[in-house]
């Protein structure tokens, strides 16, 4: 696309953006070269600080000679040691400077030093001993006397000696540091020019943004002038004028082509009258209103060649496939959070499909390796492997490359959408899962060959939908906040699995506000947001819609870092949450569906041996052990007790086999 042809909208964004882009880089190239000079001073005076105090250091070792004051002059001679100590430290610690030679010949004069204190600490230099006199002229008074046997002027000898020796030492460090403190000046100066210069060149940098920006801004004035003049001058010339574009262009036409020639249509603005004369004069045959719809149209230009105004036919209706053609097809469900593990499997249960559960993405895709499923439902947050590792995983097996997999997840935006397609997903179906969507789906996307009536497919076996008598009426449930209504459309009306779904939620989400909590405050974000959003999947699923809002808001305050909303809105569900759930665990369970309409109760089998046919579909891991367990749950409370029953339901609900199977095989 030319530059020309861009829009006055887009060339302003332009502009913007470059005006934009050169403050940024305006903004950081001085912040930089601030920082770099500020630096490259702190360097410099940080050499020069410990210059300064070496010569200190070195002018009151030389007082300890000179002054009559030894006791006051070993005050100031030992504040110079601990000043240039602290000096060193601070050296060491400025990059780039090389100081490797400083602590090591630092650390020989503090032997020194140490070595002259020690000396000093004799009493006889205590105070009174010297008489007013320096340690130069007790020295040079020894040596006349020729005293050697007296100790005091061999102690002065010794401390003379000793600090003569120091007083060589640090001028070999005050060489150093000179020349150390010569060289970054030299550097110091040269960084110092380069900042000016690239200050400069900062400035004419941003000088040249500028133009470029006031630059396109003119053009896009002057853009907006032309169109602006254009639009008054089409205003000026009327419809029913010869010089008006549009009738120009059909008379040229009428006149250029042959007979019979083509018929024009007028395209005008809503509410534009159009003169009479136009259509008179033959240039044009028929108007239509924009904007233009198929409609107008499908009735336009049939009357342009008969004259017969043709309605428009009825739209076409499109007749779904028969939801029965996909019953007794094997699907793999991959779903970690046990409310959308129950509705999901509540659906295609009823649906008549065969369906095999993985927890996690590791889990499915070890099943994919090992078996074959016309269609697979994977959820995309999930612990271990997620559902996007798991679906490129799967595509890379020899029998994955076909298989249809659809994406189950709450998040409905269009880059997570995106996101699943690009893991090699086939569609998406958005939670809360709505039934006929999900039917509509399994029959868009299972192969040809699946869906081809099969009349060999097994029948509903004992205990399905098909079978089972109409469950019976429940207790009105009414909990603020809970859509009872869109709760039960998600698992087709059926009370006893809405309300048993209802304890899965009370169940599983019971500490999901402490686990939040203690996730948040150990800044471990991931699997915040991963609990927050299996939190919002399984409210929805129930139809806890304000729950289910702030679990959303909960996800996308984790995911953007917004700490304060994450808390506040945790805030929010710490109330919210246990008050529903405390209102689900007060329901009073619904009365458990009786047998067919006359069939007598002596028709049901004993209880032991429900409890041995349980037990079997226990040991095999059959997921019909749910639907056995609902249907026989008065004689299995009879047979094991109420405690007992419940807990081998509340195993069985959330898929722990063997944990159910031993309660069993401890009541026998």
């Not at 941003?206 to 001058?233: K, N, P, V």
Request: with cysteine; glycine share 6%.
């Amino acid at each position: 696309m030319g530059f020309n042809q861009l829009s006055i909208r887009t060339l302003a964004l332009y502009g913007f953006g470059l005006l934009i882009l050169g403050a940024l880089i305006s903004g950081a190239s001085v912040a930089y070269l601030v920082f770099d000079h500020d630096a490259i001073v702190a360097r410099q005076r940080t050499v020069d600080d410990a210059y300064k105090s070496v010569l200190a250091l070195k002018y009151h070792t030389e007082r300890l000679l000179s002054t009559p004051e030894l006791i006051k002059q070993r005050e100031r001679w030992e504040k110079s040691v601990s000043d240039f100590e602290h000096r060193l430290g601070d050296l060491t610690q400025a990059p780039p400077v090389e100081v490797e030679a400083l602590p090591a010949d630092w650390h020989l004069i503090r032997g020194e030093i140490d070595d002259i204190e020690r000396q000093l600490d004799n009493p006889l230099f205590g105070e009174g001993k010297l008489m007013e006199k320096s340690l130069l002229r007790r020295f040079g008074e020894g040596l006349n006397a020729s005293a050697s046997g007296d100790d005091y002027v061999a102690a002065v000898r010794t401390l003379v000696n000793a600090i003569d020796f120091l007083q060589q030492r640090q001028d070999f460090l005050l060489d150093d540091l000179y020349a150390l403190n010569t060289r970054i000046r030299q550097e110091s100066e040269g960084q110092l020019q380069r900042t000016q210069h690239l200050l400069i060149a900062v400035a004419l940098l941003s000088f040249l943004a500028l133009t470029l920006f006031a630059a396109a801004m003119f053009y896009l004035i002057r853009r907006s002038e032309q169109q602006l003049l254009g639009i008054r001058d089409n205003l000026q010339h009327p419809l029913d004028e010869p010089e008006f574009a549009g009738m120009h262009t059909a008379e040229h036409t009428r006149r250029s082509v042959a007979s019979p020639a083509p018929k024009n249509i007028l395209t005008a603005a809503p509410g534009l009258e159009v003169a009479p004369d136009l259509l008179q004069r033959g240039a044009i045959d028929g108007v239509l209103d924009e904007p233009i719809t198929p409609s107008s149209l499908h009735d336009t230009v049939p009357e342009l060649g008969s004259g017969v105004h043709t309605p428009a036919p009825p739209p076409a209706t499109s007749k779904l496939p028969d939801p029965g053609r996909i019953k007794g097809r094997r699907i793999l469900l991959v779903e970690d959070d046990v409310v959308n593990q129950e509705v999901a499997l509540e659906l295609l249960h009823d649906a008549g499909l065969v369906v095999d559960l993985a927890e996690d993405g590791q889990i499915a895709l070890d099943m994919a390796r090992s078996g074959s499923y016309d269609l697979i439902l994977m959820d995309v947050q999930m612990p271990r492997m997620d559902g996007l590792t798991a679906s490129r995983e799967i595509r890379r097996l020899p029998n994955g490359g076909q298989v249809p997999i659809l994406a189950m997840t709450a998040n409905a935006f269009a880059d997570d959408r995106q996101a699943c397609l690009a893991a090699g997903m086939n569609d998406h179906v958005a939670k809360p899962v709505d039934p006929q969507t999900l039917i509509n789906a399994l029959l868009q996307w299972l192969p040809a060959s699946v869906c081809a009536a099969d009349d060999s497919a097994p029948a509903a076996g004992p205990g399905t939908a098909s079978e089972s008598p109409p469950p019976p009426a429940a207790e009105p449930i009414a909990i603020e906040g809970l859509d009872v209504a869109a709760g039960l459309k998600i698992v087709s009306g059926k009370a006893a699995a809405y309300q048993r779904i209802l304890r899965l939620f009370a169940d599983s989400q019971a500490n999901t506000v402490e686990q939040l909590h203690e996730l948040l405050t150990q800044q471990r974000y991931p699997e915040a947001e991963r609990i927050a959003h299996t939190l919002k999947g399984s409210a929805g699923n129930i139809g806890a819609m304000e729950i289910r809002q702030l679990a959303a808001d909960l996800e996308q305050a984790i995911k953007h870092g917004a700490g304060e909303s994450s808390v506040d809105i945790l805030t929010r569900l710490s109330d919210e949450l246990p008050r529903l759930i405390e209102a689900i665990r007060a329901i009073k369970p619904a009365a458990p569906a009786s047998g067919p309409a006359g069939s007598p109760q002596s028709a049901q089998p004993a209880p032991q041996q429900i409890v041995q046919h349980l037990q079997f579909l226990l040991e095999t891991a059959d997921m019909a052990a749910r639907r056995y367990f609902e249907q026989h749950h008065q004689a299995l409370s009879a047979a094991l007790g109420q405690a007992t029953a419940e807990a081998v339901g509340l195993d069985i609900s959330q898929f722990r086999y063997d944990e159910a199977l031993a309660r069993l095989r401890q009541e026998k």
